[in-house]
């Protein structure tokens, strides 16, 4: 048995319920990825609204790691960061009026749901665009585009292809699923939502975009 | 009548938050589509990253027999867009 010394420090409370949500926030990525029907039912079922702060956090860290690599640190801080802060704001936006647009169409095919629910769940479809954004801007630093035509151009595009098309379709599952559980829609509903959706984000995404943080 | 350990309301609590989870939802109907829908959802329902990356091979395996080696392009647009 340990003998007390008398100088323990007590962990404050507040980094107790911190470390818990990391860890529940980390829980659940491990869940849209391997279960991601299980998962979304649960978000679907319990609050879990304060998780989103991470995903903002990361969404900010993300930002400004990609507007280093795009300004280079010798153009100075500020650029830096009032790139990163343009580019964070015109990402919520952009995140919002998707949100709520998917959210009003989802009404007027008799979806039931909370607006709340169905941003908590939408906010976990950021997780793949996450992901491949990461990855993409690690790439872009590891090995800068263009890519040749040699074996090792050719295995690593394969490599790379594959990766985004994974992302796509991992995004696409969270899609469907975040209609699904939050509005209760059936996949006919769903697709007829898609249907219109879809050409519309097409157009924003070639208007503004190579590839849409959405 | 027997009480209920307090062992045997916990897993009654859990079976009765089990079977609101799954009854939240109203089953698929989509026709003769149906057990096509089922099967295909149930690779997507538990480590569906197994058939995402057997899919992604696939697609890029198509790729590169449609446009040859210039299916490259292709990766540099992309690597381009974050």
């Known amino acids: 048995m340990a003998l007390s010394t008398g100088t323990e420090v007590a962990v ?40 989103l ?3 903002l956090f990361i969404m900010v860290l993300y930002f400004l790691a990609a507007s280093t690599i795009k300004e280079g640190l010798a153009d100075g801080k500020l650029n830096i960061v009032v790139a990163s802060f343009k580019a964070t704001l015109v990402t919520l936006f ?17 979806g039931k749901g909370s607006f709340f629910t169905f941003l908590t769940l939408w906010s976990f479809t950021l997780l793949p665009t996450l992901a491949w954004f990461l990855v993409t801007a690690a790439f872009y630093v590891l090995l800068p585009p263009p890519r040749t035509t040699s074996i ?26 975040t209609l699904r559980f939050s509005l209760r829609l059936g996949t006919i509903k769903i697709t007829a939502v898609s249907l219109i959706v879809g050409p519309l984000l097409v157009i924003y995404a070639l208007l503004f975009y190579k590839v849409p943080f959405i | ?52 990356i057997l899919l992604a091979i696939f697609i890029v395996v198509m790729f590169r027999l449609i446009f040859g080696p210039s299916f490259v392009k292709l990766a540099t647009l992309l690597q381009a867009g974050f």
Request: a positive charge; proline letters at 4%.
């Open chain 2, 1 to 52: 009548m027997k009480q209920l350990s307090k062992k045997d309301k916990q897993i009654l609590e859990l079976m009765r938050k089990k079977q609101v989870e799954v009854s939240n939802l109203p089953t698929q109907e989509l026709g003769i589509l149906t057990p096509y829908y089922k099967n295909l959802v149930s690779y997507f329902k538990v480590q569906p990253w197994k058939g995402i």
């Open chain 1, 152 to 177: 090792s151009g050719q295995v690593f595009s394969a490599f790379f292809i594959a990766f985004s098309i994974g992302c796509l379709i991992w995004k696409l599952i969270l899609y469907y699923l």
């Open chain 1, 94 to 110: 952009t995140f919002l009026v998707t949100a709520t647009t998917l959210y009003l169409l989802g009404k007027l095919f008799t």
């Open chain 1, 53 to 55: 702060i991470f995903i």
């Open chain 1, 12 to 51: 404050p409370s507040t980094l107790i319920f911190g470390f818990k949500q990391v860890f529940v926030f980390l829980k659940l990525c491990w869940g849209c990825l391997n279960k991601p029907y299980e998962t979304y039912r649960k978000l679907s079922l319990y609050s879990f609204s304060h998780q």
